[in-house]
Each structure stands twice: as structure tokens, then as C-alpha cells.
């Protein structure tokens, strides 16, 4: 019995064995395909020796570009500019799709374009620097057609691009247009002269070192994203307009997203139409403005049109010729101050800060011991015949009297803040 129970029992077990290592070769298998699939889509080192490129004209440029666009990804490349040239205009990516690239544009030299429009664009998994190199473009017509796109020099649809070195953006209606990459602007790179917009930017925008934005209509439009503000100088940047109505600033445009100030200055900006309520340096219409620190002084204006929310921890404020520092419209307005300095800028004998005239609830928030936040009532005589307003110190920009409208008391900073974070602070009628 036991033997032929053996016997009966042993195509059994082979049939097992060989099962079980079938199933784990499938499984080894279905592992390691999808390892190698894994392993495909992760970007790959860009290889370390760069393919250099000399180029004296466009036409060696055009062929350092196809040059660029057959070799493909992976690569490092450097494009010695080593003479002046002339590009026609063109929106379509100047390296085509070709991923994961890294391209150094670097010369001493002239790069202009011979008709309005835009000379470089970049795409996305394309990293692009351009230093020394100055790009020109040409002025708007003094009669546009109304059918005329608004371009820029340069567009990042996606990816990275760096000015730096001694890098010259000029003479364009626009001079940069990020839509969904990171720019950065550093060194002692300019962006200058041109008649719309210096930089437009709806991602990420990062200003550094002691670069400057200047001679615009405006130097920065915040249409989104971030824009971080470590160093450099906008400056003389001027909004020419006669228009009572048009929104205007020819400082930081700041419509949607947020723009943290660390550092650097806004300084020696004007607008032409200094009676339009909104010009100012920083001209907010929604989003969030944080100053860290950094200076918006001496400009021909006011230093911020706030209807958003602003909040000041650091910085100095100060010798803003206009009738305030800081103008605050619209009842979702909100101005918190919990460092920083305001002052010398009541050149029309006005207080520091303002609420627009007819509306109510402005929320201002004080440095004081225990953060209070009162209602900005009227323009004029700026403290009530109860006096339960008081007027701002010409000296240092803060409250000569705590504003006695508050809902609650004892009330932080903080909490206020949180607040305004959780949406949780309306405005009433």
C-alpha cells in the first residue's frame, strides 16, 4: 500500500514544483518590467561635457538651434554669441520639445530683432540661461494696430530661464512673459524701456543680487504664482496715462497670487496721472502682498493701494510723495503691521495711512502691545467729533491713539491673522 501510494502521489508533486516556478518567474518577470518602467520615465543625467556652440550670425544660430533640436535630450549646451545679429520674430519654441536640456546663452554681444515680436521661447524640461547678452527688441508703434498681439522678448511657457551676468532686456512693449515656468533675474541683469510691462509673470518670479526692473510703464505684473523679491532695484519706472479710470501703477501690478518683499527697493516710480486714486508703487487688486523687509520710498505716488490683504513685518516705508503711504479701498481690505517703519510721507499734510472715502471697514491692524483692528471711517477730518479716531504720528507712521473700533478685546496678532487665513473676517454694512 505504501508503495503504490507513492507512486500515485509523485506526478502530483512535479506538477507543483513546476507550477510554483512558473508563478515565480512570472512574478520575477512582471517585477523587472515594471522596474525598467519605473526607471524610464525618471529624467536622466544631463551628460557633463557640453556641445558647444560659436555663433556670429543668425544663420549659424539657426543652425545651432536644428543642431540642438536632432541631438535631443540629455545634453548640456553652450551657445558662444560672438558677434552682433538680427532674428526675425517667432512664438514657436526655439528648441522645439526637446526635454531635458540645459542651454547657455553667453556673449558680449547684440542679439536684436528686426520686427516687434518675441526672440526666444521656452518650453517645458528646458532650462535656458542667457548671460552678457544683450536682447533687443522694437518699440511699439506710435499708432499700433488694434489687432496686434501683446508679445514679449522672451515667453517661458514652462521650464526655467535665467538672466544673469550683465544680461540687457530692452526696447519691446513687453520684456518678459512667464506663464507657467521660473524665472529669475540676477546678477546685474536689467530689464529696461519697454512700453507696456517689464516682467509678466503667472508662476514663480525670483529677483536678486543687484538687478533692476526700470524705465517701464510698469516694471512687474503679478498675474498669479509667486513673485519673491530677495534684492535688486525697481525703479524709474513711469505709467503714463490720462485715463481717471484705468487701474495704474508703475511699481508691482499685483492682481492675483502673492508677492513676498525680503529685501531690495521700489523707489523713484511715478505715474503721470498722480490723481488717479490707484497709482501707486504697489498696486494691489486681489492676492497677497508680504513685506519682510526691503524699502518702497521716494516714489511720486502712493507707496500701496491695498485692496487685498497686505501685511508689513519688516521694511521701511517712508518719503512717498502722494497724499498717504497707504490707501485702503474696498471692504475685503486688510492691513496687518507687525514690524517695520512708516513715515515722512504726508507731503500733503495727510495721515500715513487712509480709508477710501465712502467706504467703511477697512481693517487696520497697529504694532502695538495687544494688536487691535479698527474701522478707517472717513477721509476726512480723520477723528470723529467723539474723537474715536486719531491721526497718525509724522514721525514713525503709527497711531498716536489706539482706534477704540474693535469687536473684540485684547485680541492678537495671531488670531487676526488666522482669521483672515480662515476667511472668517466679513466686513459689514
Not at 32 to 38: F, I, L, N, V
Not at 118 to 134: F, K, N, S
Request: hydrophobic residues 40%; glycine residues 8%.
Amino acid at each position: 500500500m505504501r508503495s503504490s501510494s507513492s507512486v500515485g502521489f509523485q506526478p502530483t508533486k512535479k506538477k507543483n514544483r513546476i507550477r510554483q516556478i512558473a508563478i515565480l518567474l512570472f512574478i520575477v518577470g512582471i517585477v523587472t518590467m515594471a522596474a525598467m518602467s519605473c526607471e524610464s520615465t525618471k529624467p536622466k543625467p544631463i551628460i557633463n561635457d557640453p556641445i558647444i556652440f560659436n555663433v556670429e550670425s543668425a544663420e549659424q544660430w539657426f543652425e545651432s538651434i536644428e543642431k540642438i533640436k536632432e541631438n535631443g535630450e540629455d545634453h548640456e549646451y553652450i551657445i558662444n554669441i560672438l558677434d552682433d545679429f538680427q532674428l526675425p520674430h517667432s512664438t514657436e519654441n526655439t528648441f522645439g520639445n526637446t526635454r531635458n536640456i540645459s542651454v547657455m546663452i553667453k556673449g558680449k554681444h547684440t542679439i536684436s530683432l528686426g520686427q516687434y515680436g518675441t526672440i526666444l521661447v521656452v518650453t517645458a524640461y528646458q532650462e535656458v540661461t542667457i548671460e552678457d547678452v544683450i536682447l533687443q527688441g522694437v518699440d511699439e508703434p506710435d499708432d499700433p494696430d488694434p489687432a496686434l498681439p501683446f508679445l514679449s522678448l522672451l515667453m517661458i511657457k514652462s521650464g526655467i530661464l535665467t538672466l544673469q551676468g550683465e544680461t540687457i532686456v530692452r526696447n519691446n512693449i513687453a520684456g518678459v512673459n512667464n506663464e507657467s515656468g521660473t524665472f529669475n533675474l540676477t546678477d546685474n541683469a536689467i530689464i529696461k524701456n519697454h512700453s507696456h510691462t517689464g516682467v509678466r509673470t503667472e508662476k514663480v518670479f525670483n529677483m536678486s543680487g543687484n538687478a533692476a526692473i526700470t524705465h517701464n510703464q510698469t516694471a512687474v505684473g503679478v498675474m498669479g504664482g509667486e513673485f519673491n523679491l530677495f534684492n535688486g532695484i525697481i525703479s524709474d519706472n513711469n505709467h503714463i496715462s490720462n485715463s481717471q479710470s484705468e487701474l495704474q501703477t508703475s511699481g508691482v501690478w499685483l492682481g492675483l497670487g502673492t508677492f513676498v518683499m525680503f529685501g531690495g527697493s521700489i523707489t523713484r516710480n511715478m505715474c503721470n496721472n498722480g490723481t488717479n486714486i490707484t497709482a501707486a508703487a504697489v498696486f494691489m487688486i486681489g492676492g497677497r502682498f508680504i513685506m519682510k523687509d526691503g524699502s518702497i520710498s521716494n516714489n511720486s505716488l502712493r507707496a500701496v493701494f491695498v485692496d487685498g490683504v497686505f501685511l508689513m513685518e519688516g521694511g521701511i516705508i517712508a518719503n512717498n510723495e502722494s497724499d498717504t503711504a497707504i490707501f485702503m479701498f474696498g471692504t475685503q481690505s486688510y492691513f496687518i503691521m507687525s514690524g517695520g517703519t512708516i513715515y515722512g510721507n504726508n507731503f500733503l499734510g495727510e495721515p500715513d495711512i487712509l480709508a477710501n472715502a465712502g467706504k467703511t471697514l477697512q481693517k487696520a491692524i497697529y504694532p502695538l502691545s495687544i494688536a487691535v483692528y479698527g474701522n478707517l471711517i472717513s477721509i476726512l477730518p480723520y477723528f470723529s467729533e467723539e474723537n474715536d479716531l486719531y491721526t497718525y504720528s509724522t514721525i514713525v507712521g503709527r497711531p498716536s491713539s489706539i482706534p477704540i473700533f474693535t469687536t473684540e478685546e485684547n485680541i492678537t496678532l495671531d488670531s487676526i491673522k488666522s482669521l483672515i487665513e480662515n476667511h472668517e473676517i466679513r466686513s459689514e454694512q
